[in-house]
Structure formats: C-alpha cells, structure tokens
C-alpha cells in the first residue's frame, strides 16, 4: 500500500443488477420466439362434386285447408290416419322434417288439434311453412 490511500475494511453491500436484467430479457425474447403461433382454422375435407353428391332431405307436409281437411303431402287424410303417419316417421332411422301448412281461413280450434296430434306422435323434426304470407294484414 502506498501512503496517503485509505483502505476501507467495510465490504461492498450493492449488487450489480443490470446482468441480471439482461439475462431476464434474453429469456423473455426467447420463450416468446418459441412460442407457437395461435390458430383458430379447423382443417375441414370438404367433397370436390357437390353438385353430384346434393342429397335431399326427407321432408313431409302437414296442411289444413280453410274447410278443415288435412293433407298429408297433398292427399287428404283422417286425424287417425295422420296419427299413425305421424307415428311411422318418428321411428324412421332419420326422422323426416315435418312442415306445417295451415291456410289462412282455416279454424283455430282445427289448426289446435293438428297441432296437438303432431306432438303426441314425438315428432320432433318440425317446423311451420309459409309463414310470410301472413306478415301483412289488409285493413
């Protein structure tokens, strides 16, 4: 030692962090590289002839005359006759879509009973057919 320097016997309490930080942010850079990239595509093998591979649904047709007849798929029917239809199709391995037709003048209480038939059979492929035409009302 030479003279007139003073050395200090305290040791040193800092730490030097600014290693530390880079190491952290070389980490960080490479844990978000490796990362892969999110997708939200699900791969779907779609047929290349649509045209030739069209397949029609099975679909059959309730209607009710403003008179009060029901025609099954345009031949008229009895309510008993309509029940056992209506019971074939639901157990048909796929069910047919049933539609319902009601014409304009046709009874309330008539269009009810088809209505309650057509779910006691189970039919749960259903639907109403038309409904547009009574979207306006003539005054």
Same mark, same amino acid.
């Given at each position: 030692? /030479?003279?007139?320097?003073? %050395?200090?016997?305290?040791?040193?309490?800092?730490?030097? /962090?600014?290693?530390?930080?880079?190491?952290?942010?070389?980490?960080?850079?490479?844990?978000?590289?490796?990362?892969?990239?999110? =997708?939200?595509? %699900?791969?779907?093998?779609?047929?290349?002839?649509?045209? =030739?591979?069209?397949?029609?649904?099975?679909?059959?047709?309730?209607?009710?005359?403003?008179?009060?007849?029901?025609?099954?798929?345009?031949?008229? %029917?009895?309510?008993?006759?309509?029940?056992?239809?209506?019971?074939? =199709?639901?157990?048909?391995? /796929?069910?047919?879509?049933?539609?319902?037709?009601?014409?304009?003048?046709?009874?309330?209480?008539?269009?009810?009973?088809?209505?309650?038939?057509?779910?006691?059979?189970? %039919? /749960?492929?259903?639907?109403?057919?038309?409904?547009?035409?009574?979207?306006?009302?003539?005054?």
């Amino acid at each position: 030692m /030479t003279t007139g320097e003073a %050395v200090s016997k305290t040791p040193i309490s800092t730490i030097n /962090t600014t290693p530390l930080i880079d190491v952290m942010l070389v980490l960080l850079i490479m844990f978000v590289i490796t990362i892969p990239v999110a =997708t939200n595509s %699900v791969p779907i093998d779609l047929p290349s002839d649509l045209a =030739t591979r069209a397949v029609q649904p099975l679909q059959n047709t309730v209607s009710l005359d403003a008179n009060g007849t029901i025609r099954w798929n345009g031949e008229a %029917v009895e309510s008993a006759e309509l029940a056992k239809l209506l019971y074939s =199709t639901t157990r048909m391995p /796929t069910e047919p879509q049933l539609r319902f037709r009601p014409d304009a003048g046709a009874s309330y209480d008539r269009a009810a009973q088809v209505l309650a038939a057509i779910k006691a059979s189970g %039919v /749960t492929n259903f639907g109403f057919v038309d409904n547009d035409r009574f979207g306006h009302f003539e005054q």
